[in-house]
């Protein structure tokens, strides 16, 4: 039976993630903060592993890659954001969504892969979001790392191609989740009147395209036309755009991406 790993595994795209994995015959290691409720998930799982680990601190890696010594399926979810002006920002909380969002994902990647390598197989879930393809404004470092993923990612498979083992960069836009309703979403300009894709229908869309060997996949036509779009605009229209956007957010003390 194939080992998945899958961080930030508790809720969200990440358990929708694990249940697939699940059901497909996979055991599956569960890896998060929120030690109940990662209990409770794997109890009602049929070969499941719970894993309490902090990947915002480089000792959580270590203690995670201890316990878990190789798999066959990463899915590398665990991801923070940070709203408002990166001046007023508590660089204690920036540092650490740089360490879960871009130095753990590397760190897990590094550590599986090679074994993948030698015996012909594996696959690498790496979640992003359509945060990657542009600036962020007044979310300035939560897109950069999102941008991080997606050229890591995308390096990566180019490297491994032809080697059996795959790499996939999942891209989702805002996601109907609880989050969501608890940072009073409602009224975003990028989410008010729109029909958002649930959890999982994003995390059955991913999962279908690892499944592929696809190396990028945008959830959604709305969103595929989006990230193709700023191909196309000037740099300064599209940095002046995301921080109108997301300076109306901001009235409401909410981040406009819910995807990790």
Same mark, same amino acid.
């Given at each position: 039976?194939? #080992?998945?790993?899958?961080?930030?595994?508790?809720?969200?795209?990440?358990?929708? /993630?694990?249940?697939?994995?699940?059901?497909?015959?996979?055991?599956?290691?569960?890896?998060?903060?929120?030690?109940?409720?990662?209990?409770?998930?794997?109890?009602?799982?049929?070969?499941?592993?719970?894993?309490?680990?902090?990947?915002?601190?480089?000792?959580?890696?270590?203690? $995670?890659?201890?316990?878990?010594?190789?798999?066959?399926?990463?899915?590398? @979810?665990? =991801?923070?954001?940070?709203?408002?002006?990166?001046?007023?920002?508590? &660089?204690?909380? *920036?540092?650490? %969504?740089?360490? $879960?969002?871009?130095?753990?994902? #590397?760190?897990?990647?590094?550590?599986?892969? &090679?074994a993948m390598v030698e015996r012909g197989s594996g696959k690498v879930l790496n979640v992003a979001s359509t945060a990657a +393809?542009? &600036?962020?404004?007044? %979310?300035?470092?939560?897109?950069?790392?999102?941008?991080?993923?997606?050229? +890591?990612?995308?390096?990566?498979?180019?490297?491994?191609?032809?080697?059996?083992? *795959?790499?996939?960069?999942?891209?989702?836009?805002?996601?109907?989740?609880? +989050?969501?309703?608890?940072?009073?979403?409602?009224?975003?300009? $990028?989410?008010?009147?729109?029909? $958002?894709?649930?959890?999982?229908?994003?995390?059955?869309?991913?999962?279908?395209? %690892?499944?592929? =060997?696809?190396?990028?996949?945008?959830?959604?036509?709305? @969103?595929?036309? /989006?990230?193709?779009?700023?191909? +196309? #605009?000037?740099?300064?229209?599209?940095?002046? /755009?995301?921080?109108?956007?997301?300076?109306?957010?901001?009235?409401?003390?909410?981040?406009?991406? *819910?995807?990790?």
């Amino acid at each position: 039976m194939n #080992t998945a790993l899958v961080t930030g595994a508790s809720s969200g795209i990440g358990l929708e /993630l694990t249940r697939l994995l699940a059901a497909d015959g996979k055991r599956v290691v569960l890896a998060a903060r929120s030690t109940s409720a990662l209990e409770q998930l794997a109890a009602s799982l049929p070969d499941a592993v719970a894993v309490t680990a902090d990947l915002s601190t480089p000792a959580g890696v270590a203690a $995670l890659v201890e316990t878990v010594p190789d798999v066959d399926v990463l899915v590398n @979810n665990a =991801g923070v954001g940070d709203f408002g002006a990166f001046v007023e920002a508590d &660089p204690d909380r *920036t540092m650490a %969504m740089i360490q $879960l969002n871009v130095a753990a994902l #590397t760190q897990l990647t590094r550590r599986y892969l &090679p074994a993948m390598v030698e015996r012909g197989s594996g696959k690498v879930l790496n979640v992003a979001s359509t945060a990657a +393809f542009q &600036p962020g404004p007044l %979310m300035a470092v939560y897109y950069a790392t999102k941008a991080y993923v997606l050229s +890591f990612s995308e390096a990566l498979a180019e490297e491994l191609r032809g080697s059996g083992v *795959t790499v996939t960069a999942l891209c989702p836009g805002p996601t109907a989740s609880g +989050f969501q309703d608890a940072a009073n979403l409602g009224e975003s300009r $990028l989410v008010k009147e729109r029909h $958002l894709p649930s959890a999982a229908d994003v995390a059955a869309s991913g999962y279908r395209a %690892m499944q592929r =060997g696809d190396v990028v996949h945008v959830t959604g036509l709305r @969103n595929k036309v /989006l990230a193709a779009s700023v191909r +196309f #605009t000037p740099r300064p229209v599209m940095r002046r /755009l995301v921080h109108r956007l997301q300076s109306a957010d901001r009235a409401n003390g909410s981040s406009p991406d *819910t995807s990790t």
